[in-house]
């Protein structure tokens, strides 16, 4: 068995020649571009058993070569993704049942029957790779670069595969995310670690594809440097993952939950005081702003117009043409992977960042739901808008407060102010006034304000 560390990113396929070209490749490695066709058969059980154990089976041909793989899903962190990977080399394209036993096989497939296994789809692509090898920070690294274009073929339909691949052979796993920067910066590149599976599964059933992050593990006594970090990981993979899927489907509501998980994110960076100095974030805060303020005016206009709503797949499809969206993914996770904001702390602010998840927070939401100050918005919800930077802090909070904090009543709490934060993307006035009398009405809400649960 073997473990994958690699980054995925989709390129757009204008832009292969211009990526084959770029300096960094020719600086890094004294061989040529070696291309290939690479042929693969995907198998699975006709009710997908393999997909729901998370673990993908191929055949794939390499010139005369045959080579079975089995592949768990892995984990995605801060942009890496790292997944088990067992090869095996089979005399022709007909699986080899054989190596498919205990050492590798999902324990949750034990009982499947494996002449159930099929060929459900095909990824064929010629792959351009090259291997770059150089000493960073003193660390001897190897990084194998592949540029994968083709299609997915299934009895449903076709996708076209344009993909970049950076996989690390030696060396530190950041050293990937700074590689794939110096490459966005000048071309478009979109981290997207759905596999090339998935993407297959994807077009034989619609809804096979995962939305859902892997939820981060908040717990009372955690402290409160680990629960940022691990919430805005969540929110980064979140963001990629309804950015991939809404590129493929045009659905709204993917483009709506894309636009929350940078509101998330813009909320969480600018919430934590001195626990993460602002001079760490600046950057990153920067670039939330930029892209939050050129989207929000498209999807208020999506919420009154079925003809904005058609054009912002359209205008996302332009975006992801430019590289902000992608440089500011990397720079965040590489950001997060490497904790930057711990580096320029005192040791007063070290204290704070070590303060048990469930004091910090109830301080927190007291202070920032005192500093609302929604009772005086009841007769002029119009200004409301003004503090909306300060309810989206409490909002992407509260989520956590209503598992974190011994509270009753914080489901409706949140409901309540959701509604409330909904009514700012509206010109209903009246709705946005009902909004706030509720809110200033819950008990919940009352609680947060005097003692923060």
């Not at 980054?7 to 061989?31: T, W």
């Not at 540029?147 to 796993?173: C, F, H, M, Q």
């Not at 005192?370 to 003004?386: H, T």
């Amino acid at each position: 068995m073997a473990t994958e560390t690699e980054i995925k990113l989709r390129i757009n396929p204008s832009d292969m020649d211009r990526l084959v070209a770029h300096p960094l490749f020719e600086r890094y490695s004294s061989q040529q571009w070696q291309t290939r066709e690479l042929l693969n058969a995907y198998y699975d059980t006709r009710q997908g058993d393999l997909a729901a154990a998370q673990v993908a089976l191929r055949i794939r041909r390499d010139g005369e070569q045959f080579i079975q793989t089995l592949k768990s899903k892995g984990a995605s962190v801060a942009g890496l993704s790292e997944r088990n990977e067992w090869d095996w080399s089979i005399d022709e394209g007909s699986l080899v049942m054989s190596h498919l036993d205990d050492s590798c096989w999902p324990e949750s497939l034990r009982d499947l029957d494996k002449q159930q296994l099929k060929e459900l789809f095909r990824t064929d692509f010629t792959r351009k790779s090259i291997e770059l090898a150089w000493t960073h920070a003193g660390v001897p690294t190897r990084v194998e670069v592949a540029l994968d274009r083709g299609k997915v073929s299934t009895a449903a339909g076709e996708e076209e595969i344009s993909e970049l691949e950076l996989e690390l052979r030696e060396g530190n796993p950041a050293t990937l995310l700074e590689l794939a920067l110096q490459l966005a910066a000048d071309i478009a590149l979109m981290p997207c670690d759905i596999s090339k599976a998935e993407r297959g599964y994807r077009l034989l059933q619609a809804d096979s594809f995962d939305l859902h992050i892997r939820p981060a593990r908040l717990a009372v006594g955690q402290d409160i440097d680990s629960a940022f970090a691990a919430l805005l990981q969540e929110q980064l993979a979140a963001s990629q993952r309804l950015a991939e899927q809404y590129r493929h489907t045009g659905q709204w509501k993917l483009l709506q939950g894309w636009f929350d998980q940078l509101s998330g994110m813009r909320a969480l960076l600018g919430s934590m005081g001195q626990v993460v100095p602002r001079k760490t974030s600046r950057e990153l805060r920067l670039a939330l702003d930029a892209l939050l303020a050129d989207w929000q005016p498209r999807l208020q206009a999506g919420l009154e117009s079925r003809k904005a709503r058609d054009e912002a797949a359209g205008l996302f499809a332009v975006e992801l043409q430019q590289t902000r969206w992608g440089l500011f993914s990397l720079d965040l996770a590489l950001w997060l992977h490497e904790r930057r904001w711990q580096a320029a702390r005192n040791k007063r602010m070290i204290r704070q960042a070590q303060a048990p998840l469930e004091r910090w927070l109830a301080r927190f939401l007291r202070e920032e739901t005192q500093a609302l100050g929604l009772e005086a918005y009841k007769l002029k919800p119009f200004a409301l808008g003004d503090q909306q930077p300060r309810l989206e802090r409490v909002l992407v909070w509260l989520e956590v407060a209503r598992h974190v904090l011994a509270a009753e009543g914080l489901d409706d709490t949140l409901g309540a102010l959701r509604k409330l934060h909904a009514s700012l993307m509206l010109n209903d006035m009246q709705a946005r006034a009902d909004c706030l009398d509720a809110i200033v009405a819950d008990r919940g809400w009352k609680a947060l304000m005097r003692d923060g649960s």
